[in-house]
């Protein structure tokens, strides 16, 4: 059974800097597209960025996140900048094999149990 665990979520400051990381049991993993998505508290969950050979993001993140992967370690990253109270949400990696429509949920076939973001004002 696939696994993929989060971590380095917590508690910071707006204007601070987090970096999320998300290892997964794929085999090879350099076959799947990773994701990020968030969901805030009485919001429904929301594409954050994917990784395939480049990168996307939401236009609410573009500019401060950054996604990355590391095919030796089976990790995928997500360093995050400049953060603002509204990006206070459970982080989820997720990933997929498909290479399209990457920003939609269905497209992803694992997900991680999530990791929770707070950002004080």
């Known amino acids: 059974q696939a696994q993929l665990v989060e971590s380095g979520g917590g508690l910071v400051q707006a204007g601070g800097s987090l970096r999320l990381s998300c290892a997964a049991s794929?085999?090879?993993?350099?076959?799947?597209?990773m994701g990020w998505f968030r969901q805030a508290p009485g919001k429904e969950r929301e594409f954050v960025a994917a990784i395939t050979n480049n990168a996307d993001y939401a236009d609410s993140v573009a500019g401060r996140f950054t996604i990355s992967r590391d095919d030796a370690k089976n990790t995928v990253y997500l360093q995050m900048n400049s953060l603002k109270p509204e990006d206070t949400a459970v982080y989820y990696c997720?990933?997929?094999?498909?290479?399209?429509?990457?920003?939609?949920?269905?497209?992803?076939?694992?997900w991680g149990q999530g990791t929770q973001v707070t950002v004080s004002s």
């Open positions: 794929l085999r090879p993993f350099n076959h799947y597209v």
């Open positions: 997720a990933a997929g094999q498909t290479t399209v429509y990457l920003r939609m949920q269905s497209q992803y076939d694992y």
